[in-house]
Nanobody
């Protein structure tokens, strides 16, 4: 059972930036592809971005391409989501979770969660 903790959310003005962090305390994050997801109350959770175990590849939802960047530092056991040019519609609770890796070369991550062990998430609010 993988337990991840998200942090770094907050209130930011439109056009601003935030960097979210996803950390694991009891295991090696580098063994997993990690995905970022977000959810607005009353709506389904949606995939945002993912990154493979050793940063071989990344994947983004179309609406985030060019604005969000996912990265990881396995030495520090952390995965980041850099969010730039934030818009009001980016307001949501953001979560990270292990995702499936497609068996290809190079490996590719998918925005399909491997489990249902969602953490508390971190709230991102974009408002003037």
């Amino acid at each position: 059972q993988v337990q991840l903790v998200e942090s770094g959310g907050g209130l930011v003005q439109p056009g601003g930036s935030l960097r979210l962090s996803c950390k694991a305390s009891d295991f090696t994050l580098g063994h997993y592809s990690i995905g970022w997801f977000r959810q607005v109350p009353g709506r389904e959770r949606e995939g945002v971005a993912c990154i493979t175990e050793n940063s071989e590849s990344t994947k983004y939802s179309d609406s985030m391409k060019g604005r969000f960047t996912v990265a990881r530092d396995n030495a520090k056991n952390v995965v980041y989501l850099q969010m730039n040019d934030l818009k009001a519609e980016d307001t949501a609770v953001y979560y990270c979770l292990e995702v499936f890796t497609l068996t290809s070369f190079p490996p590719l991550c998918s925005l399909r969660p491997q489990s249902d062990d969602w953490g508390q998430g971190t709230q991102v609010t974009v408002s003037s």
